[in-house]
Structure formats: structure tokens, C-alpha cells
């Protein structure tokens, strides 16, 4: 008779072998995708052997893979970090979450656009992107991250969208070249250093649906 922990782990070892039947990376027109084919779904993924994305990259709605169309949805955790000739990114209207830390010092990055199915931005996504100067983010995104943004100090102007509850801690920490911020009516809570060292922050209006502050929020902003 067989132990009944032997046959825990052999159903344990099938189920995995299962879930990666159904999943595999690939690339196609120089980007790399996980490929959920259960759910028809793909991830933006990093390169593999540390080889990083460089200039302009487009991310597409959908990518097809032996026959089977997938649409994509993410752009995965550590996506793009670290890719410091990556100066571009188009992103298709099927993504609906940026991943944590997707393009943290992407130092060279100047342009990207954030369609409007986007709905998560998560921690760290865009921080110490040095070379962004401005970017648009949609009102269709629910959440962001902390310090989604902190580092990027050539960083001038932001739109915070209008279903925005919460500004996370360190969301815009050193981003010393704003100068202004407009933060809509629908947040109610600013992040613990959320404007830390703004120094060029000169204007920010704060709505009345605001009932918590965190530490230091605006700390080193000189100019306010």
C-alpha cells in the first residue's frame, strides 16, 4: 500500500505539470509574453539572459501564437526595469494593469502612453523613469501604487485621475520639477512622503473629501 503522502505529492506534481501545460513564454516582434492559454491571455514579460529592451517598443492589443490569439492584458512585474536605452513605449488598449516595478529606471524613457482600459498601476511602476517629463494618466485607472513615480525629477506635469481614493506613500517622492498638482475631488487620503522634496512645487490644491495626511507628505517642499 502506498503512503498517502506519496500520493499528495504525486498529485501535487501533476497539477503542476497541468497549470504548465497551459503556459509558455515567446516572443514575438521582439517582445516576450507569458501566454495563459487557458485564458487566452498574455503578459508582458522581461527578456531572458538579463538582454534588455532598447528604443522604441510597441505592445499590442492582441498576439497570435500557433493559431491561438491572445489579448494582451499585463505588462508583467519587472517587465522593462532596467532597460536603460528604452526611450519609447506604445501601449495597446487591451491592458488593464501595469505591474510593480514594470519600468522603475527606465532612465532614458521620454514617451508613453496609458491607454484607458488601464485600470492598476502598481508600486514602483514608473519610478526613477529620470527622463520622463510629463505623463497622462487616465481616469479609467482605479489605483495606483506607492512611489509609482518617486525619482522621476525631470517629471514637470501629471493629470492624477478622478476616481483616484487614495495617493499612496511616496507616489511623487523627489519629483522636483513639479511645479504644480491638481488633486481631484474624489481623493481622501495623501500618502505618507507622497510629495517629499517636490522643491519646485509651488501650487497644489487640496480638496475638502481630504481627511488624512501622512507623515512628511510635502516635506521639502520649498516652494510651497
Known amino acids: 500500500m502506498k ?9 501535487c506534481l501533476c497539477m503542476f505539470a497541468s497549470i504548465n501545460a497551459f503556459a509558455k513564454v515567446v516572443e514575438i516582434d521582439d ?9 487566452k491571455v498574455a503578459t508582458v514579460t522581461s527578456r531572458p539572459n538579463n538582454e534588455k529592451y532598447k528604443g522604441t517598443v510597441f505592445i499590442p492589443k492582441y498576439v497570435s501564437d ?14 522593462f526595469s532596467g532597460c536603460y536605452n528604452l526611450t519609447s513605449v ?7 494593469v501595469i505591474g510593480y516595478r514594470a519600468f522603475q529606471d527606465c532612465s532614458s524613457l521620454r514617451y508613453i502612453t496609458i491607454p484607458e482600459n488601464v485600470r492598476h498601476i502598481d508600486s514602483f511602476a514608473f519610478s526613477d523613469c529620470s527622463s520622463l517629463i510629463s505623463i497622462a494618466i487616465p481616469n479609467t485607472i482605479m489605483t495606483i501604487g506607492d ?3 518617486s525619482g522621476c525629477y525631470n517629471l514637470t506635469s501629471v493629470t492624477i485621475p478622478k ?3 487614495f495617493l499612496g506613500n511616496l507616489i511623487f517622492d523627489g519629483c522636483s520639477s513639479l511645479t504644480s498638482v491638481y488633486i481631484p475631488n474624489s481623493v481622501t487620503s495623501i500618502g505618507g512622503y507622497a510629495f517629499y ?11 475638502n473629501s481630504v481627511t488624512s495626511i501622512g507623515e512628511a507628505a510635502f516635506h521639502g517642499c520649498e516652494g510651497l
Not at 503512503?3 to 498529485?11: A, G, R
Not at 522634496?197 to 480638496?207: A, E, Q, Y
Open 90 to 96: 506604445y501601449i495597446g488598449e487591451n491592458v488593464q
Open 3 to 11: 503512503h498517502p503522502y506519496f500520493k499528495t505529492i504525486l498529485l
Open 147 to 149: 512611489g509609482a513615480f
Open 31 to 39: 517582445v516576450y509574453y507569458n501566454l495563459d492559454y487557458h485564458a
Open 197 to 207: 522634496k517636490c522643491s519646485g512645487l509651488t501650487s497644489v490644491n487640496i480638496p
Open 163 to 165: 476616481n483616484i481614493k
Open 66 to 79: 500557433e493559431g491561438v490569439v491572445y489579448y494582451v492584458m499585463d505588462i508583467g512585474n519587472y517587465a
